[in-house]
């Protein structure tokens, strides 16, 4: 008879033990499998499984499927349908045709899904019942506890980094990739060491998907969910997998691993581990951390969530704006009185470039209009605040300071003006003007709209003075209309008059703004 012995220690571990006699598998009395060489495994937390030699497989199997699954100590399985009379069962058995070390007596040999029989003959043999084992401990109880109040991935990440070594886990290198929702970005990369001891993000763009590192890289076998990788670098094992393992093995490496971090919306994220240590990961190691794994992957989703909506509204409604609706200033009517100057940016002729371009080509071109002039207000301290059409509008809190709010936005008008010229003249580019607008005065910053849909923006009879005076620069031919109170001592404008403006109770003295 074969009585499993329970393994003293409490961790995470394996046990493959030969079962003696004939063991056969049956569904619904098709036989499937027979041997007098079949083994089981017990496995902390899972159903002891049974392994037939591959010869002792007498049930009609599919080539390959797709699905493969990765365990940090068996290896990666491949998986096929089992084919019966009249039916099928897709993805049926699977086996670790390269299995681990810690899993070596298994591979080659065959598993079957529950599913996949009805009946099991163990003859002699007594197959004890699944072993739940216990993974507390220290890091369990950081997380659940401490880790919540770590406020930003990169001090949890050198945090975790610690408790695993603290944990006896041996670790010289630990990185996270997380993808994002960030319009520029493609995600962050936390990246922790041992030898510094602290943590370097990565930010890279969508380029990196097109990149040759990239596409042969475990992160792209993980994030396309073609399971984990393992890799022991001492030794004879191969390491020409993937370029990164050679680089990791001169740097001292002796194991590797990739694993799959999954967010609630089913995008799959990448752990990967490295140890310069002689043994490496023992199996212990690696199971604890890949229980582990699910409530790691959660709080690098709410980092994520957090930075994801942050970009999002800093795209969308500013970051001035995004900031203030993070902040809780989400009801309608919340808002704050400021002075600003507010500036109305236009750009001129957009009907007939249109006409001359091609919808595609003129979308181009206004593209890089939005791009010049949001960059060059940013640059100056101001904040976009929405494209409305063919238009900017932009505000310069003055925040105490009224005179550095009308020079910002003043040389943010020359520099737009000066820039799409230069863009005018670039190889390819094509001629765009502006109108802008500009005027000082107290405004209402906050939210306006109806209950199911806000926007964060500005009120004012100053924002309404900016459009108009954009409007009436463009009739007039002038690329920069601004009103007094936006001049200082020794600035170079010709003086308009009194303009009477539309929806404007009074005139206002206006002036055009020379640009060199």
């Not at 990565?202 to 073609?226: C, K, M, T």
């Not at 007039?476 to 007094?484: A, E, F, N, W």
Request: net charge negative; with cysteine; hydrophobic share 40%.
């Amino acid at each position: 008879m074969n009585v499993h012995v329970k393994p003293e220690k409490d961790g995470y571990s394996i046990l493959i033990e030969q079962l003696n006699g004939t063991v056969s598998l049956h569904h619904d009395g098709v036989l499937l499998a027979q041997s007098d060489q079949a083994k089981v495994m017990y496995e902390t937390r899972l159903t002891p499984t049974v392994y037939f030699p591959p010869e002792d497989v007498v049930a009609d199997l599919s080539k390959r499927t797709e699905l493969q699954t990765f365990c940090p100590f068996k290896g990666t399985a491949i998986y096929r349908d089992l084919i019966l009379p009249g039916t099928s069962i897709k993805n049926a058995t699977w086996a670790y045709n390269e299995a681990q070390d810690e899993a070596s007596a298994i591979r080659g040999h065959i598993g079957f899904m529950p599913n996949a029989f009805t009946d099991v003959d163990f003859g002699d043999n007594e197959i004890l019942t699944r072993d739940d084992g216990n993974i507390s401990g220290p890091v369990i109880d950081w997380l659940l506890r401490e880790a919540a109040y770590l406020p930003t991935p990169e001090e949890f990440t050198a945090a975790l980094a610690d408790k695993l070594r603290d944990q006896g886990v041996y670790l010289s290198r630990m990185a996270v990739m997380v993808w994002s929702l960030h319009p520029m970005i493609a995600g962050k990369n936390f990246v922790w060491s041992k030898e510094s001891g602290e943590v370097t993000t990565f930010a890279p763009s969508y380029e990196i998907h097109d990149h040759p590192a990239y596409q042969n890289s475990p992160l792209r076998h993980v994030s396309n969910g073609l399971g984990g990788v393992r890799h022991r670098l001492s030794g004879s094992h191969p390491t020409d997998a993937f370029p990164i393992l050679e680089d990791l093995k001169k740097e001292g490496a002796t194991d590797y691993v990739a694993m799959p971090l999954r967010f609630s919306d089913g995008r799959i994220n990448v752990l990967t581990l490295t140890s310069d240590h002689p043994t490496g990961f023992s199996t212990e190691n690696l199971g604890f951390i890949f229980e582990c794994s699910a409530v790691i992957g959660r709080y690098y989703e709410v980092f994520m969530q957090r930075e994801n909506a942050q970009a999002l509204l800093e795209t969308y409604v500013g970051k001035r704006s995004g900031a203030r609706v993070l902040g809780g200033e989400i009801h309608r009517g919340d808002g704050d009185d400021i002075d600003a100057a507010i500036m109305f940016c236009d750009l001129r002729g957009s009907t007939l470039l249109e006409e001359e371009l091609g919808r595609a080509d003129y979308i181009k071109v206004l593209n890089q209009f939005f791009e010049i002039t949001s960059t060059i207000v940013h640059e100056n301290g101001g904040e976009v605040l929405k494209f409305i059409g063919d238009a900017v509008l932009a505000v310069f809190p003055a925040d105490g300071d009224p005179k550095a709010a009308r020079a910002q936005a003043l040389n943010s008008a020359r520099a737009i003006v000066a820039r799409l010229e230069a863009f005018a003249q670039e190889e390819g580019g094509h001629r765009c003007e502006c109108a802008i607008g500009i005027a000082y005065g107290g405004v209402t910053y906050g939210n306006v709209g109806s209950r199911e849909r806000l926007d964060f923006t500005v009120i004012g009879q100053a924002a309404n003075i900016a459009a108009r005076l954009g409007d009436y620069g463009k009739a007039l031919g002038h690329p920069i209309v601004v009103s007094q109170d936006i001049l200082d001592a020794g600035t170079q404008a010709i003086p308009l008059g009194a303009v009477t403006l539309h929806n404007v109770s009074k005139p206002v003295e206006s002036f055009a703004i020379s640009v060199p």
